[in-house]
């Protein structure tokens, strides 16, 4: 199995459970892993036989930028089942990490994240 990855997407969105984070917004990253056969692509450098890497932006970022969660785990399921839902007989299986790099905890961290798998990887 081969493997896309798109890495350390920034998007500024308001997820969150707590109101200031509606209400205010904050940074978040994303990276996505996408297990797919991309041999046909190598051997045509053809656009058409592989997955568009603007289109993966595009849906992270529709989901990051777009309608407010509360969680980051709803925020990574959803961009992992448009993914899969868009590029359907193409992507086997994806990995998503959703960071929010800068949530209201006191504390000392660099980050918090989720990283969720869907679908089926192969080594």
């Known amino acids: 199995m081969d493997y896309i990855h798109v890495r350390d997407m920034q998007f500024f969105g308001y997820h969150g459970v707590l109101?200031?984070?509606n209400r205010l917004g904050q940074r978040f990253r994303a990276s996505v892993s996408l297990a797919v056969d991309i041999q046909k692509a190598g051997q045509t450098?053809?656009?058409?036989?592989?997955?568009?890497?603007?289109?993966v932006y595009d849906i992270?970022?529709?989901v990051l930028e777009g309608h407010p969660f509360k969680l980051i785990e709803a925020v990574a399921e959803t961009i992992a089942t448009k993914i899969l839902t868009s590029y359907e007989g193409q992507v086997y299986g994806c990995k998503v990490e959703v960071i929010k790099p800068d949530p209201p905890i006191p504390g000392h961290y660099k980050e918090v994240a989720v990283?969720?798998?869907?679908?089926?990887?192969?080594e």
């Open 45 to 55: 450098d053809d656009l058409m036989d592989t997955v568009s890497y603007v289109g």
């Open 115 to 122: 990283e969720i798998v869907r679908g089926r990887f192969y």
């Open 60 to 62: 992270c970022k529709e």
């Open 19 to 21: 109101p200031e984070e």
